[in-house]
Nanobody
Framework: DVQLQAFGGGLVQPGGSLRLSCTAS????????IGWFRQAAGMEREGISS????????NYRDSVKGRFIISRDTDKNTVYLQMDSLKPEDTAVYYC???????????????????WGKGTLVTVSS
């Protein structure tokens, strides 16, 4: 049974930082593209970052480029999303998900991803 879990969310002031973590049981992250997504209240879920299995093609939504970094610790089977210079518009529930679409796949559309974890709430507010 595959289970993913995102954690590390919380309340942070504008300009602050958070690091989200995604862990999994039942699958090895090294065999999957891992994506980070978020869904703000009343909005559709959007992809913000992904990392292909070879870790050669990190992908970022324009609105987070230069502020967010995705990484993977293969030994710990954990994927991270370092979020810096946070803005109020980054407030959302953040999810991680896994897709098995080949070594080079790094898409951000939620429909490509098969396995989803429960989200973690990030609130950016003063």
């Amino acid at each position: 049974d595959v289970q993913l879990q995102a954690f590390g969310g919380g309340l942070v002031q504008p300009g602050g930082s958070l690091r989200l973590s995604c862990t999994a049981s039942g699958l090895t992250f090294g065999d999957y593209t891992i994506g980070w997504f978020r869904q703000a209240a009343g909005m559709e879920r959007e992809g913000i970052s992904s990392l292909n299995t070879g870790m050669t093609r990190p992908n970022y939504r324009d609105s987070v480029k230069g502020r967010f970094i995705i990484s993977r610790d293969t030994d710990k089977n954990t994927v991270y999303l370092q979020m810096d210079s946070l803005k109020p518009e980054d407030t959302a529930v953040y999810y991680c998900a896994a897709a098995n679409l080949g070594r080079e796949f790094n898409g951000l559309a939620p429909s490509w991803y098969n396995y989803w974890g429960k989200g973690t709430l990030v609130t950016v507010s003063s």
